[in-house]
């Protein structure tokens, strides 16, 4: 069973010796009614408080998407080579998304100690992914999920306000036919792409922090280092 966020108070939840942020939530507050993705076979929401997200302990889909030279990444690939920390934001031109692009750059060379790699989806062209990577002097991946498709398959995609129809036309290069937004997201992945951390909040406004996610990711990288060690040698 899906989540869905509402929007009543969100909450910290402790999910296997780890904190994971959540929002309470009750059947009665799915969405009457989804918008429907003709192409993909696939619903997403009017609102971002009634997104179904993938939960922790599961396993993300298959993605092959531009990088920000254009050329095709596959992030199961690149996954399985170690454990990754997956940031969903909405684009370079967000101001949030900037400081949070900023403040996970902060704490890259921390996180590499530790034995991460990070990797970003937006909402941008390739071309824009160039931007953000030349403005921000970004040392880790940005790929390009410009229709969205990659957001909409981890449940985080929802229908823009009318607002944004031509910040999104040209932030994508033309590609959000759908004008559909993510909810900025983070995802703590180990090798096997099974989410162990996740952070949604339909409150675009509001970003993990570094330091809380640097603790997060240190906390897991021990937990995991004690369970291999558990493990019965072969």
Same mark, same amino acid.
Do not use: H, M
């Given at each position: 069973m899906k989540r869905i966020l509402s929007k009543a108070s969100a909450f910290l939840l402790i999910s296997g010796g780890m904190l994971c942020f959540t929002a309470s939530s009750h059947a009665a507050d799915r969405p009457a009614t989804a918008i429907t993705d003709t192409v993909a076979t696939l619903k997403y929401p009017a609102k971002s408080t009634d997104i179904s997200p993938l939960l922790i302990g599961e396993a993300i889909p298959a993605v092959t998407i531009p990088a920000a030279d254009g050329k095709a990444y596959n992030l199961? =690939?690149?996954? *399985?080579?170690?454990?990754?920390?997956?940031?969903?934001?909405?684009?370079?031109?967000?101001?949030?998304?900037?400081?949070?692009?900023?403040g996970i750059q902060a704490i890259q060379a921390d996180l590499v100690n530790m034995g991460y790699q990070i990797i970003a989806i937006s909402t941008d062209s390739p071309e824009n992914l160039g931007k953000s990577i030349s403005k921000h002097?970004?040392?880790?991946?940005?790929?390009?999920?410009?229709?969205?498709?990659?957001?909409?398959?981890?449940?985080? =995609?929802?229908? *823009?306000p009318a607002a944004y129809s031509a910040t999104l036309a040209q932030g994508s290069g033309g590609k959000n036919s759908d004008q559909l937004l993510p909810v900025p997201s983070v995802f703590v992945l180990n090798q096997k792409g099974i989410i162990q951390f996740e952070y949604i909040n339909p409150d675009f406004k509001q970003r993990i922090s570094p330091d809380l996610l640097k603790s997060v990711a240190a906390a897991l990288r021990k937990d995991n280092a004690a369970k291999d060690k558990d493990q019965p040698s072969k």
């Open positions: 199961n =690939a690149r996954i *399985a080579e170690k454990p990754t920390i997956l940031v969903f934001y909405r684009g370079g031109w967000c101001p949030f998304c900037n400081r949070e692009l900023a002097q970004l040392t880790y991946t940005l790929l390009s999920d410009a229709d969205l498709a990659v957001s909409r398959q981890f449940g985080i =995609a929802f229908k *823009a």
